[in-house]
């Protein structure tokens, strides 16, 4: 399970709250999407439980332990799993090699091959890559999703993992990311896409730094796109 309570997180430079008070709760197999509007804090709460913005008051917890006071490497080896909006190139590192190091035991290439075939790319042609200039931007997110997937985390964070993706990719990902099975830990995903709010067992709207709303998809998803869609229950 993955918690967060009273979660905060100031600005300093201007010394404006971004995120205030944020509590949830993420059980094991559960999937939380979150949504809201541009500016509203989700990505910044995305960044926030992977470790990425120092000074973050209130606590994380992820299966039982305390980790809000590791950095991004301590947390991953708790079991947080967590996937950039914009990945990280890395020169000189092959695709295989970046895959079997976020693995932490050695895989098959057989068994490699099939992770990056779940994100939609055509193993063969890409194990043997650079993951750096030689990979698009959609390529390289693909492969993020996919070593986050070679992890197994217990808890896993993906920052708008649609970006890049073309209609048959996202169909795709859809598809990973709705097999019960291949995330057997937390899920979290962050995102604007409908569709991936569907495939969630929990929505929460975050606008304003706050979590505005929370509750089951049933409940959520038709205040997301009904007539008030786009309106923060913030404004009053």
């Known amino acids: 399970m993955l918690e967060l309570k009273n979660v905060s997180w100031k600005l300093e430079e201007e010394n404006k709250?971004?995120?205030?008070?944020?509590?949830?709760?993420?059980?094991?197999?559960?999937?939380?999407?979150?949504?809201?509007?541009?500016?509203?804090?989700?990505?910044?709460?995305?960044?926030?439980?992977?470790?990425?913005r120092e000074g973050?008051?209130?606590?994380?917890?992820?299966?039982?332990?305390?980790?809000?006071?590791?950095?991004?490497?301590?947390?991953?080896?708790?079991?947080?799993?967590?996937?950039?909006?914009?990945?990280?190139?890395?020169k000189g590192v092959t695709v295989e090699e970046l895959m079997q190091m976020a693995a932490g035991e050695k895989?098959?290439?057989?068994?490699?091959?099939?992770?990056?075939?779940?994100?939609?790319?055509?193993?063969r042609d890409y194990l043997g890559r650079e993951v750096g200039n030689g990979l698009s931007g959609g390529e390289i997110k693909r492969v993020e999703i996919a070593t986050v997937l070679?992890?197994?985390?217990?808890?896993?964070?993906?920052?708008?993992?649609?970006?890049?993706?073309?209609?048959?990719?996202?169909?795709?990902?859809?598809q990973v990311f709705g097999d019960r099975d291949r995330w057997p830990g937390a899920l979290v995903l962050i995102s604007h896409q409908r569709r991936l709010m569907e495939i969630a067992d929990t929505i929460g709207v975050v606008c304003q730094g706050r979590l505005a709303d929370i509750g089951p998809r049933e409940q959520i998803l038709p205040r997301l796109f009904g007539e008030k869609s786009g309106q923060c229950p913030w404004d009053g």
Do not use: H, M
């Open 107 to 123: 895989c098959s290439r057989e068994e490699l091959c099939k992770l990056l075939s779940q994100v939609g790319l055509c193993a």
């Open 150 to 174: 070679a992890r197994k985390p217990r808890a896993a964070v993906f920052d708008e993992p649609e970006a890049g993706f073309d209609l048959w990719s996202f169909d795709k990902l859809i």
């Open 56 to 90: 973050a008051e209130g606590e994380i917890w992820l299966d039982g332990q305390r980790i809000d006071g590791l950095d991004i490497t301590g947390r991953a080896r708790a079991g947080l799993g967590y996937a950039f909006q914009q990945p990280v190139r890395f």
């Open 17 to 52: 709250w971004i995120l205030r008070d944020i509590n949830l709760k993420v059980q094991k197999g559960e999937r939380l999407g979150l949504t809201g509007p541009n500016g509203g804090g989700k990505n910044t709460l995305a960044r926030v439980i992977a470790g990425l």
